[in-house]
């Protein structure tokens, strides 16, 4: 089933309408707009120009039958597309150097044949998604925001080969997803990776017995706890307990155990400084995990 890009939300709430119901394990395909929703076409429509009410729309939202606040969802990806031109952005005020940009610029920026074409280089293409999550039990949420429930995330671990596993607030779950990139270093420190429209297929079914306060990914090389607050030092702290708490779980070890294993094994990662909360992730190569005996699936 495709998600088609007309049925849009800028917020992810447990008032949005969803767009399609379904049973789990569902395959579906979300066609998605590039972060500006649209509204740049070329070098001269600036962050000036833009409708700031239509930023960072995401795509759906899907209800999922039979599941429940407390359930986990996982949301394997199995291919991304992206469309050209991309589009990168600067602006006065914005992202790490904003304090030093005078005037905003806007570049748009050719992909094909799995390269993208940025100041003169041919580099390889990582198509990712920005935004992924589910309704919060509480107040809305814009899709430009961060937290447990997924959201704009921007972490360059989702990608195609990948799943996200999030934790389920509302009934329904009410999935969403889009900010696709076609390239993103880790931080996005100019506020726009390489902004890109284009289509996702997912697989979504239900992690059984798995408990989550926080977003997880498994890639084939890591498995690692997100996690978005005020500061990146606040979301480091929140990523490293869970990771901490599930390393109790899987093996059996103590929390001084646990902790003395990430501190040799474990890797605190950047995912984005940009958005209005700070998100970062603490990894463990899947390698590691797998002498331990922990479970590579859930």
């Known amino acids: 089933m495709k998600i088609t890009r007309d049925k849009v939300v800028y917020s992810m709430s447990a008032d949005n309408v969803p767009v399609f119901r379904t049973v789990l394990p569902a395959r579906l395909t979300f066609e998605t707009h590039d972060c500006f929703c649209g509204q740049v076409k070329s070098p001269a429509d600036t962050v000036a120009t833009l409708d700031f009410s239509r930023v960072n729309p995401a795509t759906g939202p899907v209800y999922?039958?039979?599941?429940?606040?407390?359930?986990?969802?996982?949301?394997?990806?199995?291919?991304?597309?992206?469309?050209?031109?991309?589009?990168?952005?600067?602006?006065p005020g914005a992202g790490v150097l904003g304090e030093a940009v005078a005037e905003p610029e806007t570049m748009m920026v050719e992909i094909s044949n799995g390269f993208v074409h940025l100041l003169g280089l041919a580099l390889p293409a990582a198509p990712m998604i920005g935004v992924i999550g589910v309704a919060p039990a509480g107040e809305a949420i814009p899709c430009g925001t961060p937290g447990p429930h997924g959201g704009n995330m921007d972490t360059g671990l989702i990608t195609a080969g990948s799943t996200v596993y999030l934790p389920v607030q509302v009934d329904g779950a009410l999935l969403a997803m889009g900010d696709l990139h076609?390239?993103?270093g880790d931080g996005e420190i100019m506020?726009?990776?390489?902004?890109v429209a284009g289509e996702v297929d997912v697989t979504v079914t239900k992690a059984a017995g798995v408990q989550l306060d926080n977003p997880l990914v498994v890639t084939p090389d890591w498995i690692a706890v997100i996690a978005s607050a005020l500061t990146l030092d606040e979301a480091v702290r929140t990523a490293t307990f869970q990771m901490a708490g599930l390393l109790q779980k899987w093996t059996g070890f103590s929390l001084n155990a646990a902790g003395m294993f990430l501190s040799a094994c474990g890797h605190v990662q950047v995912s984005q400084v940009v958005d209005p909360l700070k998100t970062a992730r603490m990894a463990i190569p899947r390698t590691i995990l797998k002498k331990l005996g922990v479970p590579l699936a859930f």
């Open 191 to 195: 506020v726009s990776g390489v902004e």
């Open 64 to 91: 999922l039958e039979d599941v429940r606040p407390g359930d986990v969802l996982a949301v394997h990806i199995s291919a991304i597309r992206v469309a050209s031109p991309g589009i990168m952005v600067a602006a």
């Open 182 to 184: 076609a390239l993103m």
